[in-house]
């Protein structure tokens, strides 16, 4: 036969039951935390390619409008005032999107690291409780 435990007391396979719980809830959330960053992650790169394809659009429009003023160059003077207001703000436009979508790609969080935080946290915790 067992032998009952103490009053009060836990057995091995309560003891176990816990651990297992614990585990199950640690595993959660570092899941959890994984998908929060997956999700960050896909949000920035379609945000930088939006920028990218603003930029494209941009610059690509500049220069459509830099062939038509040269083409017009020697036309009378307010169409070329016109024109190369709308050349250079294209092209202005298409360079501060490029210069945006360069520097968050430049500046980019490293990825997973609040999964990596938290994990590294989880191991020191249960090293010292060792």
């Known amino acids: ?16 039951k816990g651990l297992a ?14 998908s ?19 930029a494209l659009f941009c610059l690509g429009v500049g220069v459509v409008l830099l062939a038509i003023l040269v083409a017009v160059m020697f036309w009378d003077s307010h169409r070329l005032l016109a024109l190369a207001g709308l050349t250079g703000m294209f092209l202005a436009g298409g360079a501060a999107a490029f210069g945006c979508a360069r520097h968050r790609l430049k500046t980019k969080p490293r990825l997973f690291a609040a999964s990596l935080a938290e994990l590294s946290r989880d191991r020191q915790h249960l090293m010292d409780r060792s």
């Open 1 to 16: 036969m067992s032998e009952p435990t103490p009053a009060g007391g836990k057995g091995l396979f309560d003891s176990l």
């Open 21 to 34: 719980a614990s585990l199950v809830a640690i595993a959660h959330t570092r899941l959890d935390l994984l």
């Open 36 to 54: 929060t960053d997956l999700e960050e992650e896909r949000a920035r790169l379609v945000s930088v390619l939006v920028m990218l394809f603003v």
